[in-house]
């Protein structure tokens, strides 16, 4: 039975995860695969391209296929917990400072499809959103996508909706609304970008490198949803980190279970 461009695809990617092919290293020619693999030339092409949108390796013009350079993740560590310094609150020390890198915009839409449900809003209600590129002030290179969604009814006539809210931003206006004391819950995805989040990333194009996607979820005392956050990140340069504790029932030397 022929070989197929999966089968191709699988042994190549073994060998790069085994490190017989280093980054920076070139993979045989597409004739040296189709003998070696008994498969033909569009079977071979195929497998590379699979491999190309992995982004296990790139073409290069007039060197052929190289292994990508792959970059050391930095962790972002979600402690379960909420910090706060001289600007506001803030849930990652690794990124604290990190500031943003072009004035946020800010303009009213319609509330994402997924994100409806969560918010207590119907298909089609308008909200408050605001976007910010957020990074490294030193470099200027953009670290994370954050937009943030406000109810309408909320945020309409507010501080919330200026360009600047204000020492503290959002979380501060918000509980100076008499929505204190917020409380927050965060879940973690990921996703494919679209081709303006790559560019605002600067992810390569030719490339798929997903999305790193961290959901906040801002809830009043009363528990009214008063802000959804969508932070975008790079899964190929951040990783979620985070430390595990030892439950009651997992204390070190207790007798097992019965079964």
Known sequence: MPV????????????????RYQPGDKLPMLTELQEQYGAGYQTVRSAIQLLEQEG?????????????ERPEKRRITR??????????YYFDPAAQNWVALETPTVRWGVVPVDLAATMGLSVGSEVLIRDRIMGDPDTRAA??????????????????????????GIYDRLEEMGHAPLAWKEAVSARMPSPEEAESLGLPADVGVPLL????VTRSSTGQVVE????????????????????GSAQAGAESAPV
């Not at 197929?4 to 490190?19: H, K, N, P, T, W």
């Open 4 to 19: 197929s461009y999966r089968e191709i695809a699988a042994a190549l990617r073994q060998q790069i995860s085994d490190g």
């Open 56 to 68: 296990l390796v790139v073409a290069v013009r007039r060197r052929g296929t190289i292994v990508r």
């Open 79 to 88: 402690s379960r917990q909420v910090y706060r310094d001289e600007i506001g």
């Open 143 to 168: 670290m994370q996508l954050a937009t943030s969604y406000l109810p309408a009814d909320l945020a309409r006539g507010t501080q919330l909706a200026e360009s600047d809210t204000g020492p503290g």
């Open 213 to 216: 996607r961290v959901i906040r």
């Open 228 to 247: 959804i956050n969508d932070t975008r990140m790079s899964a190929e340069l951040f990783e979620i980190g985070y430390d595990i504790e030892r439950d």
